[in-house]
């Protein structure tokens, strides 16, 4: 998954943190997650953007990049 090799890319720089949206609806009623897969980008607390579907490996890095 590429989300995993990225995080590892990033793990200096930037927190993953994997959500099972059964296993934490709250969580997914807090983010308006209404498909998955999800991927969020938060800055300072704030979500700055958020992609659902499978996204590209170079896709996902271009937006981490863009935030960092």
Known sequence: ?????????YADRAKFVKVVVDESPGVSQ???IK???????FKQG???NQEVGAVPKDR???LID???
Do not use: G, R
Request: charged share 20%; glycine share 0%; hydrophobic share 50%.
């Open 46 to 48: 704030q979500k700055v």
């Open 60 to 62: 996902l890095k271009a």
């Open 1 to 9: 998954f590429p989300v995993t090799i990225i995080a590892k890319e």
């Open 30 to 32: 807090k983010q308006d």
């Open 66 to 68: 863009n935030h960092l």
């Open 35 to 41: 498909n998955i897969p999800a991927f969020l980008i």
